[in-house]
């Protein structure tokens, strides 16, 4: 349960908003995730 907790955490901080500001360097691997999902969005 704590890798889950640790995971959506992550995905919370990682949620860009409007302006698309990147995430710390900690989410990485969920970074490369949404970089792409934002590509694709716009």
Known sequence: MDE???ENA????????P???SPPT???QH???CL???TNNR
């Open 4 to 6: 889950l907790s640790v």
């Open 10 to 17: 992550q995905l919370s901080l990682v949620k860009p908003g």
């Open 19 to 21: 302006t698309g500001i």
């Open 26 to 28: 900690e989410n990485k």
């Open 31 to 33: 970074n490369g995730i």
């Open 36 to 38: 792409i999902g934002l």
